[in-house]
């Protein structure tokens, strides 16, 4: 069975950065999709980065586009995000989420069947 394990989330000032991490287990044969979605209170999940494990592509939302880089890192089974210049909007429940990689062109989240239970980042002004 799948497992995703999200930390790295706190609060910090407007301009500041964070490192987040997904520590993933039960991966089976084929390649899989990760992501990292976003919700904010009062606002639907949005995609924020996803990779293919094992592809160099990555793919990013145009509000994260030059400030977040998603890393995987496969000794450690970990996919990373890393945050910079963050703002105040950016504020909000991360995830990690997984998916066979056939279905990874898409930031609709009923597409992933697999989810890690969140790491909240707040950025305050």
């Known amino acids: 069975q799948i497992r995703l394990v999200e930390s790295g989330g706190g609060s910090v000032q407007d301009g500041g950065w964070l490192r987040l991490s997904c520590r993933a287990s039960g991966f089976t044969g084929g390649r899989y999709c990760m992501a990292w979605f976003r919700q904010a209170i009062g606002k639907e999940r949005e995609g924020v980065a996803r990779?293919?494990?094992?592809?160099?592509?990555?793919t990013y939302a145009d509000s994260v586009k030059g400030r977040f880089i998603i890393t995987p890192e496969s000794a450690r089974n970990t996919l990373w995000l890393h945050m910079h210049s963050l703002r105040p909007d950016d504020s909000a429940m991360y995830y990690c989420?997984?998916?066979?990689?056939?279905?990874?062109?898409?930031?609709?989240?009923?597409?992933?069947?697999?989810w890690g239970q969140g790491t909240e980042v707040t950025v305050s002004s």
């Open positions: 990779l293919v494990l094992g592809l160099p592509t990555k």
């Open positions: 989420a997984a998916v066979r990689a056939e279905v990874c062109d898409t930031f609709v989240p009923a597409a992933y069947p697999f």
